[in-house]
T-cell receptor, first 114, second 114 residues
């Protein structure tokens, strides 16, 4: 069975600080996809990134970056120079090759204070 | 439509009543998913449709829950004899096809059973 663990329940930072959200996953598949979603107070899940298990290259998109390490089964997310608008719940998720479901972590509530 | 539409956005019902929640996916998306998100938790998979058929319903918690997608587009999640524990946000997502992994989520239906 697949499992996603986000050990940080809540993180609070001051604007302009860098913050890293941790994600550890478990799966028996050799091919799988990892995701990060943002859920602002409005409730809609906003897609941030998708990564397949064969691509361990780190990715940067503006202030966002992702570090995928298969050796430690981790897919961590870093926000550089955080802003108040980054305040939200962030979910890490895993999908195996069947493509029939996403398994989500419990989420990390990020609060960025001015 | 432009996005995944879910109606109603909010539903309050009395314990024991029957409810229907509707999901209108992105036009042309053949894969449709239902998730349930309890307060403070990550979304949990309920059921997945590929076309008109339920390809994976292993996440439905019990036989009070049922979902249909008769024409391969709109889906309805039906809950009989509602219980207070059914209170949650019910999220729908669609993707172009199984294995595409490009999930788009709706804003959800917040169900409150009193």
């Amino acid at each position: 069975a697949q499992k996603v663990t986000q050990a940080q329940t809540e993180i609070s930072v001051v604007e302009k600080e860098d913050v890293t959200l941790d994600c550890v996953y478990e799966t028996r598949d050799t091919t799988y996809y990892l995701f990060w979603y943002k859920q602002p107070p409005s409730g809609e899940l906003v897609f941030l990134i998708r990564r397949n298990s064969f691509d361990e290259q780190n990715e940067i998109s503006g202030r966002y970056s992702w570090n995928f390490q298969k050796s430690t089964s981790s897919f961590n997310f870093t926000i550089t120079a955080s802003q108040v608008v980054d305040s939200a719940v962030y979910f890490c998720a895993l999908s195996e090759t069947s493509g029939s479901r996403l398994t989500f972590g419990e989420g990390t509530q990020l609060t960025v204070n001015p | 439509g432009a996005g995944v539409s879910q109606t109603p956005s909010n539903k309050v019902t009395e314990k024991g009543k029957y409810v229907e929640l509707r999901c209108d996916p992105i036009s042309g998306h053949t894969a449709l998913y239902w998730y349930r998100q309890s307060l403070g938790q990550g979304p949990e998979f309920l059921i997945y449709f590929q076309g008109t058929g339920a390809a994976d319903d292993s996440g439905l918690p019990n036989d009070r829950f049922f979902a249909v997608r008769p024409e391969g587009s709109v889906s309805t999640l039906k809950i009989q004899r509602t219980e207070r524990g059914d209170s949650a946000v019910y999220l729908c997502a669609s993707s172009p096809r199984r294995g595409h992994y490009g999930y788009t989520f709706g804003s959800g239906t917040r169900l409150t059973v009193v």
